[in-house]
Nanobody, 124 residues
């Protein structure tokens, strides 16, 4: 079992930045793939960024490439998402996710473990 707890959400104006963090606990050594998803009101979950924990290779959705950066903390049990130049359409609940096996990076069914989410609201 892996437990994920997100923090760092909040409200910002368009053009601002936020840094989300995810603290992982439990059997974290089993996590081969970690990432961030978001769900906006009335929309389906959308994969934002993912990282393959063995190589630290990163993957981004086209809509956030160049704006968002995913990284792991020094202790490897923390996952971060630096979000720059935010837009109102980035408003959503953001979820930290983890998977024991590698699958499609932005398919929610790949991920077994989900955090409770942290709200990001971007105003114009």
């Amino acid at each position: 079992q892996v437990q994920l707890v997100e923090s760092g959400g909040g409200s910002v104006q368009a053009g601002g930045s936020l840094r989300l963090s995810c603290a992982a606990s439990g059997y974290t050594a089993s996590s081969r793939l970690m990432g961030w998803f978001r769900r906006a009101p009335g929309k389906e979950s959308e994969g934002v960024a993912a990282i393959f924990t063995i190589t630290n290779s990163t993957y981004y959705a086209g809509s956030v490439k160049g704006r968002f950066t995913i990284s792991r903390g020094d202790g490897k049990n923390t996952l971060n998402l630096q979000m720059n130049n935010l837009r109102p359409d980035h408003t959503a609940m953001y979820y930290c996710v983890a998977a024991s096996t590698v699958g499609a990076y932005f398919d929610p069914q790949t991920y077994t473990y989900w955090g409770q989410g942290t709200q990001v609201t971007v105003s114009s």
